[in-house]
């Protein structure tokens, strides 16, 4: 229940500026206040920066989430669908398509996805952005539409519609223009309250490590954000598995919309980049062994491998598209007019591959947005021919630039050569997989 108050904003900016504590109803109310426009977006943004010094304690992230939860509608697409939930979701990366190959794949397995995605922030793209790139894909269901699609077909997902979570809709747009996206009290408050708003009764959540990260988050912070999602899952009754895994270079070869959506599908029918495979049957495995099909982490990822064998996840993708009003057709994605080469200027071994360099060469192509009202160019990105370990000869093609012109080529060349560093010896093995923290 709400209490009724009158919440003065500045004192509550104030106290936690100087690391006191905030009471579970004043968050709330600071909350809904900002969520009907009573508390204005300059004094969420100071609350907000005084919470990136200062942090929140596990009870003050709990009503944070809690009031988030409750600033709009909630879905029991369980109790709509007689069965078990589970739902997955990343912290961003670069090349970060995941979703896109999972989903299918767990439908194809039999059990239901249902997903609320989002937007490319910053250097990192979004899954609605890319699914976008998909002639006629329509981001936008209603609830009833996604729990009618999810019921049919399997398996959705849509953009943030504005009565699910509509606090946390606004405060991520506000966090992305006022420097305070990377404070993991937050980011755990906003996955979380989509993950429970929506009904998940499991979550299998990617928390990113590495240079491409947000924050370029270390793998030890990587440990504190899980901690603190597993916390609110535990809380709200659902079990949580944190999947921390490499983002020191780009995810899978392909970064920009359309071409993830071509590497997302060549994954589905198993001829996809090594380290995507590798993250995708894991993530995989680990949502059909917390789904109600009874099945352990071994057996979910043997399904899936024979579900990306057999051809029923391209059947589950197509189906998927299809009921979402697009083509699934790889011929019917924008291609980019130029792709030029990167070659290697001298023989030797990928020591590094700079995931945040290739995310913002691939955002300078415009595949991402720099503002809000940035209107993205779907057909544009890299394609990371070779990556970290991997030995090439001088003249050896390292990356693809797929660009609109000539200037923004010559510029994403530049730019992504500077990405590759290339020594004498191979840099210590690193699999995508860094660890696994579990409720
Ligand atoms: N993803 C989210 O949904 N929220 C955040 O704050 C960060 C990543």
């Known amino acids: 229940m709400i209490v009724a108050m009158t919440i003065r904003a500045a ?78 979701h990343s912290t961003g990366g670069v090349g970060d398509k995941t979703s896109i190959a999972v989903g299918p794949i767990v439908a194809a397995c039999g059990v239901p996805f249902g997903k609320m995605s989002g937007r490319g922030l910053a250097h990192s793209g979004g899954t609605l952005d890319k699914l976008e790139s998909i002639p006629g894909y329509r981001v936008e269901l209603s609830i009833d539409e996604f729990v009618a699609q999810v019921r049919a077909v399997g398996l959705a997902i849509v953009g943030q519609t504005g009565d699910l979570v509509p606090a946390d809709m606004k405060l991520y747009a506000l966090r992305d223009v006022t420097a305070t996206v990377d404070v993991n009290a937050l980011i755990a408050s906003s996955i979380m309250s989509k993950k429970i ?137 924008p291609t980019a007019p130029l792709v030029r080469e990167v070659l290697a200027p001298r023989d030797g071994v990928v020591t590094r591959l700079g995931a945040l360099a290739v995310g913002i060469a691939s955002l300078e192509l415009g595949a991402g947005r720099r503002t809000k009202e940035d209107a993205i160019d779907h057909a544009v990105g890299v394609v990371c021919r070779v990556k970290r370990g991997q030995e090439v000869a001088s003249g050896d093609v390292l990356a693809e630039v797929h660009a609109r012109d000539d200037a923004s080529a010559e510029r994403g060349v530049a730019a992504v050569l500077d990405a590759y560093e290339l020594g004498g010896e191979p840099p210590p093995a690193r699999g995508i997989l860094l660890d696994v923290v579990a409720g």
């Not at 899980?226 to 270079?249: F, P, S």
Request: net charge negative.
């Open 11 to 88: 004192e509550l900016i104030e106290r936690k500026r100087e690391g006191g504590e905030l009471a579970d109803e004043e968050i709330s109310e600071l909350v809904l206040g900002f969520t009907r426009g009573d508390v204005p977006d300059y004094q969420m943004a100071a609350w907000c920066m005084a919470v990136f010094f200062r942090g929140l304690n596990g009870r003050e992230t709990h009503a944070l989430t809690e009031a988030m939860i409750r600033s709009g509608d909630t879905i029991d697409l369980g109790a709509a669908l007689g069965r078990r939930v589970v739902d997955k």
């Open 197 to 333: 708003a929506t009904g998940a009764d499991a979550v299998v959540l990617d928390v990113k490590v590495g240079d491409g990260a947000h924050g370029k988050r270390t793998l030890e912070d990587a440990r504190v954000l899980a901690e603190q999602m597993i916390d609110l899952g535990r809380r709200a009754g659902r079990e949580t598995v944190c999947l921390l895994t490499d983002m020191d270079q780009p995810l899978g070869a392909a970064v920009g919309n359309a071409l993830e959506i071509r590497e997302a599908v060549d994954t589905i029918a198993g001829k996809g980049p090594a380290d995507f495979t590798e993250l995708v049957l894991d993530a995989c495995g680990r949502l059909l062994a917390l789904s109600d099909l009874g099945i352990d982490l071994p057996e979910g990822r043997r399904r899936a491998e024979a579900a990306m064998a057999d051809g029923s996840a391209t059947a589950a993708y197509e189906r998927w598209i299809r009921a979402q009003g697009g083509n699934p057709g790889l011929s019917a994605l």
